[in-house]
């Protein structure tokens, strides 16, 4: 058993490298941190390798890439800085200030009504909303029933509707 555990972290990383990555870019981590967020989503698995179920290693990666990049998005509160991807770098001639501004506070709304869900709900909900993956998809990969993940959906929806409302009212 020993012997095969390179092996299969190896396998691991080459079949799923680049779907960790796209996920911790999408869960709100800058791009200069993406690789090394990406890098200790794999030394978590590598040391819990023995814990991993055959087959269950992509939606493994998930849960530990979205807890990773929570922990780097509230390092980015902490430390006072705004993600590089926030507010464009340059404006295009057809954008008028208000609406950047706009756009910058619906950003805002939305990462915040993200940062505030519970993991559970907030996987489904970027899986469904940003990745356009079916709820089918979506349980395949988190390994739970299809009713369940239609459920997380629905409340993931209703909350962040709620959180974004009452953003905008504040």
Known sequence: ???????RLREM??????????NVR?????????????QRVFLTAARRLGEIRAGSERAYLL???????????RS??????????????EASGSSRPDELTSRKQALSHARSAL????????TVFVLFELEERSA?????LLAIPVGTA????RRARDEFATRTARLRES
Do not use: C, N
């Open 1 to 7: 058993m020993v012997g095969t555990e390179p092996l």
């Open 13 to 22: 990383v080459e079949s799923h490298f680049s779907f960790v990555w796209q």
């Open 26 to 38: 999408r869960y709100g981590v800058r791009d200069g941190d993406v690789d090394d967020v990406a």
């Open 63 to 73: 849960t530990i890439a979205a807890r990773e990049a929570g922990h780097m998005r």
């Open 76 to 89: 980015y509160r902490r430390r006072g800085e705004v993600a590089e991807d926030a507010m464009p770098e």
């Open 115 to 122: 940062d505030g869900m519970a993991r559970d709900l907030r």
């Open 136 to 140: 089918t998809e979506i349980a395949a």
């Open 150 to 153: 239609k459920s997380r959906l």
